[in-house]
């Protein structure tokens, strides 16, 4: 397969990128750091560089870096610092999938293209009945008055859910919800479940960044997989040792 990411050179990203390549596939990354890059991908004969910023390439270069893709995968994020989480752009992730969706769609591929999202346990798939405390409610208010990256995160994956829908001919999405982000040089025992089985304010759970960038290579490269949660914001956890 032929898969483009954004945001590899971030803590899951790099691990989605590793893992792709030791299974064989064809990687294009749009990076601005290449050398951020882990050192032993960097050469990979399997590995294409694009160095950008994904919002400052154009329509027909973006149309360009995608055409013939076979899946496209989010790991975008925004910087703990004050600059990553209050300075610009403030609609990195919202406006990275729209417009990578809408280059997919530009080059009218004949077999939908995937789209995974990495997103978070702390946006609530409305297409389900996801019920939350009170208490809970507040404090995700509070969270979309006092940090932008929380409203991108949750506005990037209404974007799949609402524009590119369940129906459409091009592009088909999934978005993964991982809880607490921790470190882990493994990939250990996972477990996926349509909603949260927790609440991610008041009892979040864990799971590693390989076991996120595990659950999205799976999701790209098995078919039956992707099939089971298309269109859908599955969670994910680590399981407890």
Known sequence: MKILIVGATGATGRWLVTQLLENGHTVKVIVRSP??????????????IIQAAVLDLSEADLARHVKGCNAVASCLGHNVSFKGMYGHPRRLVTDATRRLCQAIKANRPATPTKFVLMNTTGNRNRDLDEPISFAQKLVIGLLRLVLPPHVDNEQAAEYLRTTIGQQDEMVTWVAVRPDGLIDAEQVTAYEIHPSPTRSAIFDAGQVSRINVAHFMAELITNNDLFQTWQGQMPVIYSQAN
Do not use: F, G, V, Y
């Open 35 to 48: 050398d951020k890059l882990p050192q032993t991908i960097q050469n990979h004969p399997n590995l294409s």
